[in-house]
């Protein structure tokens, strides 16, 4: 059985932060196995300790849709305590934020791959942590798309923004918590750093064998399934493709009025781990909204070898070469981005994505990356906790 890092500091407490002023970064997916919220397990296993909330992107309780629709601070109405909103005027905690707290415990479920914006917000609360010389404690908690198999290109520097921050690759394999030591060393921020560890859960686990519940950590990560063709998918949002937000199963259905099944599936041919099957849907907002979208639905087969980030670039270089003028990217600003395409930013390489509209072949393009991928692999060995 896993056993959560929040479940770990209820039931051992430790002495180093009796009487401590708690900050509390979070949002309505931080809950212990029986959908007890973080907040009302600090609240009441540390009375009076509890001094303020922090939330990430789509708000404390998941329900901002896109990208920069920002929440406001607030106040929970269960404890009284001040909730500061980290995706709204400002995404970095200031002093008047931290001299609230002594230390900051850190709760929430990130998804594996690194455009996904919690981890910027922790790493923007570890360099706030360095200067106001405070603690941060990670409560971690599952990759849910597993620890052992990383994929993808390394971000480079020129594409750094707050869906990249750090050279990773797309899909990096680690914890919130080992990703937490991993930025605090690497990049020499040299926050006073504490990951409260699970027990129970192994590398090679996705999230159904956890046998926790999921809570959607963002608004369009229902399952776990959409976690893990996100790593890919979320390519789509810079372009003008759905990427089946506005429908039920977001990430999961992608498509544009324009596509035509048998030309894209007869150019993108067999990809093991994955049945793409032919599928029309109508978004009810968000791209092509109210229009009928001829696309597919993903199928995971085999998730020990579906590779979600070479599906979707292979399906990006099809849509691109077999519909040049439908096609487009989408256009700044994206994730406060106001120049550079969006694209790029998600990528993480503008000469990939010039590859990609080269008709590069994506298998020798993963091989071009691999050296660079195996170096990131022995690097992050030294932050591994399980």
Known sequence: MVSLGIEQLVASPPEWLAGSRIGLLCNQASTDRNLKHSKDLVYKYFPGQLSCLFSPQHGFFSDKQDNMIESSHSTDGATGVKIFSLYGEQRKPDKFMFDQLDVLLVDLMDVGTRVYTFIYTLAYCLEAAAEFSKKVVVLDR???????????????????????????????????????RFINTTTDIGADL???????????????????????????????????????????????????????LPFELFGAPFFKHDEITDLVGNIPGLVLRSVVFEPT??????????????????????????????????????????????????????????????????????????????????????????????????????
């Open 142 to 180: 599952p990759n849910p798309i597993g620890g052992d198999n990383i994929e993808g290109n390394i971000l480079k520097d020129d594409c750094r923004s707050f869906v990249g921050l750090y050279q990773i690759p797309m899909r990096h394999g680690l914890t919130i918590g080992e990703l937490a």
């Open 285 to 386: 907002s968000n791209k092509w909204a109210g229009q009928p979208c001829n696309g597919f639905q993903i199928h995971i087969t085999d998730a020990e070898i579906f590779k979600p980030y070479f599906l979707s670039i292979s399906l990006l270089q099809a849509v691109m070469k077999l519909y040049p003028v439908a096609f487009q990217y989408k256009k700044p600003p994206y994730e406060y981005e106001y120049e550079r395409l969006p694209m790029d930013l998600i990528i993480g390489d503008s000469s990939l994505r010039q590859a990609i509209e080269g008709d590069r072949s994506i298998k020798g393009l993963e091989e071009e990356w691999l050296l660079d991928l195996q170096q990131f692999n022995r690097l992050r060995k030294q932050f591994l906790i399980y």
């Open 194 to 248: 504490e990951v409260i560890s699970m027990s129970g859960w192994q590398r090679d686990m996705l999230f159904e064998d956890t046998g926790l519940p999921w809570v959607f950590p963002s608004p369009n990560i229902p399952t776990p399934t959409t976690a893990l063709v996100y790593p890919g998918q979320v390519v789509w949002e810079g372009t003008n493709i759905s990427e089946g937000r506005g429908t039920t």
